[in-house]
């Protein structure tokens, strides 16, 4: 479990989020949804530890972060337990992708790569479904199938939280399902606490247990998408009319509401 009490972050001496108090449970996919510009980034690099906080403390086990000064040897004892895709994945480095996928080992390699974790590298391109593109230069790849690839490199780090900032933005349908199918898997047989930005908010309510809602920088609501998702609390955050529907498992299903011609 990961706990954040009272964050508070700013950029450029502008508070971005605010009152940010919430405990995350590990074997959980907590999936972070809001409008554009409202801190979701944000508070994913400072859970990271990439931003500083200005306010509050986080707490995962025996280690923690706090507002102030932090050393350089508690970041790194704190990032050690991350893995951290961000949103933009553009790539030019000249690797192959198995080569990029086993940096995710990077704190446990030494001069020469064994091949217990080579094996691990193509098991984990396996289970993105990129085996076949091992052997690519990354900076040659779609942005889909960079995603695929950096989440593989994800998983090989074998993480206690996962962060993953809007990883199925460059992916069709059907590999939307397949890597959020492997997240909500790997998350749940591993017991990590997994963080996820999503903009679709059907996949949202479809894949997460636990939902934040961040509007000016702050969290509106929180709990399960059943629990919590109504028109009213869409059309504050987004400011637009929806009508919520219900799946065959009871999970809300957004249909905005489109004014017909006269």
């Given amino acids: 479990m990961i706990c954040l009490e009272n964050i508070a972050i700013e950029r450029g001496g502008q508070r971005i989020v605010s009152g940010i108090d919430i405990c995350l449970e590990a074997g959980k ?3 972070v949804i809001g409008p554009n510009g409202t ?3 944000t508070l ?3 859970l990271f530890g990439d931003l500083p906080l200005a306010g509050g403390r986080l707490t995962l086990g025996d280690n923690s972060l706090s507002a102030g000064r932090t050393s350089a040897r508690t970041l790194k004892s704190w ?3 991350f893995a951290y895709m961000p949103q933009d994945t553009a790539a030019d480095i000249a690797l192959s992708v198995l080569e990029v996928v086993v940096l995710g080992r990077l704190g446990r390699l030494s001069l020469h790569i064994d ?3 080579l094996d691990m590298a193509m098991t984990r391109l396996s289970q993105a479904g990129i085996a076949h593109l ?5 900076a040659s790849l779609s942005g889909g199938q960079r995603q695929m690839a950096l989440f593989a490199q994800v998983l090989m780090r074998a993480p206690k939280v996962m962060l993953l900032d809007e990883p199925v933005s460059a992916l069709d349908l059907k590999h939307q399902i397949a890597l959020l199918d492997l997240v909500r898997r790997e998350t749940c047989a591993n017991g990590w606490v997994t963080m996820v930005v999503l903009h679709d908010l059907n996949l949202a309510c479809q894949y997460a ?6 509007a000016d920088g702050t969290m509106k609501a929180s709990g399960h998408p059943q629990s919590i998702i109504t028109p009213s609390l869409i059309a504050q955050t987004y400011g637009v009319d929806v009508e919520v529907l219900r ?3 009871g999970q809300p299903v957004i249909q905005p509401l489109v004014v017909e011609n006269l």
Avoid: F, M, Q
């Fill in 247 to 249: 799946d065959r498992r």
């Fill in 39 to 41: 801190g979701k980034t």
């Fill in 44 to 46: 994913l690099r400072a």
């Fill in 134 to 138: 091992a052997g690519r230069d990354i």
């Fill in 79 to 81: 990032r050690e337990s």
């Fill in 29 to 31: 996919i907590h999936a």
């Fill in 209 to 214: 247990d636990n939902l934040l809602v961040i």
């Fill in 115 to 117: 091949d217990e974790t």
